[in-house]
Nanobody
Framework: QVQLVESGGGLVQPGGSLRLSCAAS????????MGWYRQAPGKLRELVAI???????NYADSVKGRFTISRDNAKSTVYLQMNSLKPEDTAVYYC?????????????????WGQGTQVTVSS
């Protein structure tokens, strides 16, 4: 099995910064895309940022210029540096991984999610 374990959420004032981390572990052959989604109360889960194994990135328009996604392939870890945080960034942030496993001798892709970490931006 594969686990995604997040850390780094918390309470921060508007204009502040937080850094989220997500480490993948388990029976991993390789990792394709990793990223972050978020879900605010009463809203659908939405993409925040994703990064490919080669380092290509994609961001939601609402976070461009404020958030930076990065990854350490050797550690199977993805990071989200969040600066200039706004109250509307308040949500549960979920780590996402598109991960290849070898099942019965066949390389097979799976999607995994972390348990979520709360980010609250409030004065």
């Amino acid at each position: 099995q594969v686990q995604l374990v997040e850390s780094g959420g918390g309470l921060v004032q508007p204009g502040g910064s937080l850094r989220l981390s997500c480490a993948a572990s388990g029976s991993i052959f390789s990792i394709n895309v990793m990223g972050w989604y978020r879900q605010a109360p009463g809203k659908l889960r939405e993409l925040v940022a994703i990064i490919s194994s080669g380092g290509s990135t994609n961001y939601a328009d609402s976070v461009k210029g404020r958030f930076t996604i990065s990854r350490d392939n050797a550690k199977s870890t993805v990071y989200l540096q969040m600066n200039s945080l706004k109250p509307e960034d308040t949500a549960v942030y979920y780590c996402y991984g598109h991960i290849n496993r070898v099942v019965a001798g066949v390389q097979t892709p799976y999607v995994y999610w972390g348990q979520g970490t709360q980010v609250t931006v409030s004065s």
